[in-house]
């Protein structure tokens, strides 16, 4: 395959070498998708979007994807390939301009975190998995803010191994689903090594519509007044119809008829020829097709146009978003938003989650004052979430809000970002040999010591004072250099060569003999730490 970079059009040519200066304002958002990989840089200015390049790259990775769900060599390969093209491509940009996502392969692939290790030092970035809810949700977010309109509409993206549906009015999604079906997934399994059948088309259509079934009330013709498709397969069927003289690139259920017809005729993809359409695109035509026409007939599309934006878009109009936040105290992040109605959803007690967030930020801030902007708004996100559980049960409620955490649709988070804090949830209490992986990352081992300190703390569910508790690293590591098998016997804890982190927390005389039974539990945990070879926390009165 040439791996070279295939601009849509002359106007997206190559995009040259800069300076980090001539950056400036500029975002830069990559989608690796399950067909193609794209890089998109643009800008916010005054409320609207201006493109300054894009790139993209058919990699076909949902390809590599067997039936066992594991990520073929192959495929890797070739992601690997586009995603360091992309890197020098990034070269100049601040690392907090630059957003990186994955959507359905790395979602449903077993090898994932493998491909991730591997991707992003191809990148030279960050890359986050995205649910499929919070894929709809930008894909909308870069329709919208491209065509802005304040009627009802339906916003559908056709990918490699999934199709988003959106309703949404102005700039707001109500009701956004993820479908596993894809113009990949459909044409490898329906037409195997690219032969072309009325069956295959039949049998695809009923899968499709199969998937689509529980939804059809929730995207009924009553709710939207004007239906918009995005991405690869909605763009390719356009110009193809466009090209031919079907319609103007409208897309319509006689046109789409027109094209399966067209397509059985030519028997196989090798055979397609529509003027307009890339040969790259042939192989997965017949999936994407499908799928269409299946859309058009189950929902009453009468005419799909395309929409300017899509999912890249998004996730810049998103990331100028954060940043604006992190700049603003008059504008809020979305994630927090979030956090907030999750809290009303499942009856987190708010005064106690505030109150566990600021003891472990000020003891975060002692123990890691250059600590990244991500790092302490997760642990912040974590501690208000970190009774979410209590709405299952409160025996082992950590355990079930670790589970919500994870799990729950979030919007703005990645699924990346949920995971790393439902590890922060689990680790607030009960043994640390349930969370030794977790540990085992420098900063996480920060924010659960904070974490679980701060738990302890504010256990009484009474008004706390922050300051209190002073917790400090010391310089010195101990090395566990062993000399002799009776020092092993001592501490068989002590691993030989490991750096033990050591911390002291100062709790004050007067407090700790005010307070006998937290004072208690401290020393408990710090025996807990004790029982590590990773960390070792003293207590200090004096």
Same mark, same amino acid.
């Given at each position: 395959?040439?791996?070279?970079?295939?601009?849509?059009?002359?106007?997206?040519?190559? +995009?040259?070498?800069?300076?980090?200066?001539?950056?400036?304002?500029?975002?830069?958002?990559?989608?690796?998708?399950?067909?193609?990989?794209?890089?998109?840089?643009?800008?916010?200015?005054?409320?609207?979007?201006?493109?300054?390049?894009?790139?993209?790259?058919?990699?076909?990775?949902?390809?590599?994807?067997?039936?066992?769900?594991?990520?073929?060599?192959?495929?890797?390969? @070739?992601?690997?390939?586009?995603?360091?093209?992309?890197?020098?491509?990034?070269?100049?940009?601040?690392?907090?301009?630059?957003?990186?996502?994955?959507?359905?392969?790395?979602?449903?692939?077993?090898?994932?975190?493998?491909?991730?290790?591997?991707?992003?030092?191809?990148?030279?970035?960050?890359?986050?998995?995205?649910?499929?809810?919070?894929?709809?949700?930008?894909?909308?977010?870069?329709?919208?803010?491209?065509?802005?309109?304040?009627?009802?509409?339906?916003?559908?993206?056709?990918?490699?191994?999934?199709?988003?549906?959106? +309703?949404?009015?102005?700039?707001?999604?109500?009701?956004?689903?993820?479908?596993?079906?894809?113009?990949?997934?459909?044409?490898?399994?329906?037409?195997?090594?690219?032969?072309?059948?009325?069956?295959?088309?039949?049998?695809?259509?009923?899968?499709?519509?199969?998937?689509?079934?529980?939804?059809?009330?929730?995207?009924?013709?009553?709710?939207?007044?004007?239906?918009?498709?995005?991405?690869?397969?909605?763009?390719?069927?356009?110009?193809?119809?466009?090209?031919?003289?079907?319609?103007?690139?409208?897309?319509?259920?006689?046109?789409? @008829?027109?094209?399966?017809?067209?397509?059985?005729?030519?028997?196989?993809?090798?055979?397609?020829?529509?003027?307009?359409?890339?040969?790259?695109? @042939?192989?997965?035509?017949?999936?994407?097709?499908?799928?269409?026409?299946?859309?058009?007939?189950?929902?009453?599309?009468?005419?799909?146009?395309?929409?300017?934006?899509?999912?890249?878009?998004?996730?810049?109009?998103?990331?100028?978003?954060?940043?604006?936040?992190?700049?603003?105290?008059?504008?809020?992040?979305?994630?927090?938003?979030?956090?907030?109605?999750?809290?009303?959803?499942?009856?987190?007690?708010? /005064?106690?989650?505030?109150?566990?967030?600021?003891?472990?930020?000020?003891?975060?801030?002692?123990?890691?004052? @250059?600590?990244?902007?991500?790092?302490?708004?997760?642990?912040?996100?974590?501690?208000? +979430?970190?009774?979410?559980?209590?709405?299952?049960?409160?025996?082992?409620?950590?355990?079930?809000?670790?589970?919500?955490?994870?799990?729950?649709?979030?919007?703005?988070?990645?699924?990346?970002?949920?995971?790393?804090? /439902?590890?922060?949830?689990?680790?607030?209490?009960?043994?640390?040999?349930?969370?030794?992986?977790?540990?085992?990352?420098?900063?996480?081992?920060?924010?659960?010591?904070?974490?679980?300190?701060?738990?302890?703390?504010?256990?009484?569910?009474?008004?706390?004072?922050?300051?209190?508790?002073?917790?400090?690293?010391?310089?010195?590591?101990?090395?566990?250099?062993?000399?002799?098998?009776?020092?092993?016997?001592?501490?068989?804890?002590?691993?030989?060569?490991?750096?033990?982190?050591?911390?002291?927390?100062?709790?004050?005389?007067?407090?700790?003999?005010?307070?006998?039974?937290?004072?208690?539990?401290?020393?408990?945990?710090?025996?807990?730490?004790?029982?590590?070879?990773?960390?070792?926390?003293?207590?200090?009165?004096?």
């Amino acid at each position: 395959m040439d791996s070279s970079f295939q601009p849509a059009t002359a106007a997206q040519a190559d +995009l040259p070498r800069r300076s980090p200066s001539a950056h400036m304002g500029l975002l830069a958002a990559v989608d690796i998708g399950s067909n193609s990989f794209r890089l998109e840089i643009g800008s916010l200015q005054r409320g609207r979007y201006k493109r300054s390049a894009y790139l993209k790259q058919m990699v076909r990775l949902g390809a590599g994807l067997d039936a066992e769900g594991l990520l073929s060599e192959e495929a890797a390969q @070739r992601g690997l390939e586009c995603l360091r093209g992309m890197a020098s491509r990034l070269a100049g940009f601040a690392p907090h301009r630059v957003r990186a996502v994955a959507t359905q392969t790395l979602r449903e692939a077993r090898n994932r975190n493998a491909f991730l290790l591997r991707a992003q030092e191809a990148l030279g970035h960050p890359i986050e998995i995205i649910s499929g809810r919070e894929e709809a949700r930008l894909i909308y977010a870069g329709v919208v803010n491209l065509q802005p309109k304040e009627m009802p509409r339906l916003v559908i993206d056709i990918g490699g191994r999934s199709t988003e549906m959106i +309703l949404g009015q102005g700039r707001h999604a109500k009701v956004a689903e993820s479908f596993a079906i894809g113009c990949v997934s459909l044409s490898m399994r329906f037409f195997p090594d690219g032969e072309i059948t009325a069956e295959g088309f039949r049998q695809a259509q009923v899968a499709a519509g199969a998937e689509i079934e529980e939804s059809l009330q929730a995207f009924a013709r009553p709710h939207w007044q004007e239906a918009l498709g995005s991405s690869g397969t909605v763009s390719a069927v356009s110009q193809l119809l466009a090209a031919s003289g079907i319609t103007d690139g409208s897309i319509t259920p006689e046109a789409l @008829r027109w094209c399966v017809e067209k397509l059985i005729a030519a028997g196989h993809t090798s055979q397609i020829d529509f003027p307009g359409l890339k040969p790259e695109r @042939r192989a997965v035509l017949p999936g994407g097709v499908a799928i269409l026409y299946t859309l058009a007939t189950h929902f009453g599309i009468d005419v799909l146009r395309q929409a300017k934006g899509a999912l890249r878009q998004g996730v810049i109009v998103d990331l100028h978003g954060r940043l604006l936040a992190a700049s603003s105290s008059r504008i809020g992040d979305l994630r927090d938003k979030t956090v907030a109605e999750l809290q009303r959803r499942f009856a987190v007690d708010p /005064a106690q989650a505030r109150r566990v967030r600021q003891v472990a930020m000020a003891l975060y801030a002692q123990v890691q004052p @250059r600590a990244s902007a991500n790092s302490r708004m997760e642990l912040g996100w974590a501690c208000d +979430l970190h009774e979410i559980g209590f709405s299952v049960s409160h025996h082992d409620h950590h355990r079930h809000s670790a589970y919500l955490v994870a799990h729950l649709d979030a919007a703005g988070f990645s699924q990346n970002q949920q995971r790393r804090m /439902a590890d922060l949830v689990l680790a607030q209490r009960g043994s640390l040999r349930k969370v030794q992986a977790t540990l085992s990352d420098a900063d996480a081992l920060w924010q659960v010591l904070c974490m679980r300190l701060a738990v302890i703390k504010c256990h009484a569910r009474r008004r706390v004072n922050a300051r209190v508790l002073q917790l400090q690293r010391l310089d010195l590591k101990l090395k566990a250099a062993a000399k002799t098998a009776k020092a092993v016997k001592d501490d068989e804890t002590l691993r030989l060569g490991a750096a033990v982190e050591q911390v002291q927390l100062h709790l004050g005389q007067t407090w700790a003999a005010g307070h006998p039974r937290t004072a208690y539990l401290l020393k408990e945990e710090a025996a807990a730490w004790t029982r590590t070879s990773i960390l070792r926390l003293s207590l200090s009165s004096d």
